[in-house]
């Protein structure tokens, strides 16, 4: 398993403005992941944030709107930056670990945008 | 068609009932299959790993894989209200673009005490 931190938890932004959203993981890891949780979809990647270099993003995602620093090997902050209501969701911290790579998550942080 | 279905529910039981979640999907290239619980307002709790088709047993709980139909299922023995979660169905590849992780939209469980 593993132990994953993130801050806030929940937040109420107003539109046009921006929220940056930090994970912190127990142990030093290469890759840490950011997923978006929209109410009735799947789970889907944002960015992979590798220490050291430039985020990965997936297709629809760019990195003027969701900025990741990876400063560390136990700490990722990801901002959602000019908020709008469409960005009201779950986004989710984690990392891979374990023989198979094994996937695990943070709690989350709840954003809601007015 | 989605890489993934799975039937979002809900789907409500009563105590002690086995329940039977279900996700097809599509990419031939799956080979890591995964069940996660996200109870509300928590993050997703990896449940069960598994790699390639037959069936794996943790407890109350068996995932169960056929690559051939492209058909995977967790299964929930005597069921408790504590299991009442949105149980997400996962899976990936190996190597190239293929090692992301695929969801399944979640299906949302209750169980009646």
């Known amino acids: 398993s593993a132990v994953i931190s993130q801050k806030p938890s929940r937040d109420i932004c107003q539109r046009g403005t921006s929220l940056t959203i930090q994970c912190q993981v127990d142990?030093?890891?290469?890759?840490m992941f950011w997923y978006r949780q929209q109410p009735g979809q799947s789970l889907t990647l944002i960015a992979t944030a590798n220490q050291g270099s430039e985020a990965t993003y997936e297709s629809g995602f760019v990195i003027d709107k969701f900025p990741i620093s990876r400063p560390n090997l136990t700490f990722s902050t990801l901002t959602v930056s000019n908020m709008s209501p469409e960005d009201s969701s779950i986004y989710l911290c984690?990392?891979?670990?374990?023989?198979?790579?094994?996937?695990?998550f943070g709690p989350g942080t709840r954003l809601t945008v007015l | 068609q989605k890489e993934v279905e799975q039937d979002p529910g809900p789907l409500s039981v009563p105590e002690g009932a086995i329940v039977s979640l279900n996700c097809t999907y599509s990419?031939?290239?799956?080979?890591?299959f995964m069940w996660y619980r996200q109870y509300s307002r928590k993050g997703p709790e990896l449940l069960m790993y598994t790699y390639s088709s037959g069936n794996k047993e943790d407890g109350r709980f068996t995932a169960q894989v056929d690559k051939s139909s492209k058909y995977i299922s967790l299964f929930i023995r005597d069921s408790q209200p504590s299991d009442s979660a949105t149980y997400l169905c996962?899976?990936?590849?190996?190597?190239?673009?293929?090692?992301?992780?695929?969801f399944g939209k979640g299906t949302l469980l209750t169980v009646n005490p």
């Open positions: 996962a899976m990936k590849g190996s190597g190239g673009s293929n090692y992301k992780l695929t």
């Open positions: 990419n031939s290239a799956f080979q890591y």
């Open positions: 984690s990392l891979r670990r374990g023989p198979g790579n094994e996937q695990f």
């Open positions: 142990s030093q890891v290469t890759m």
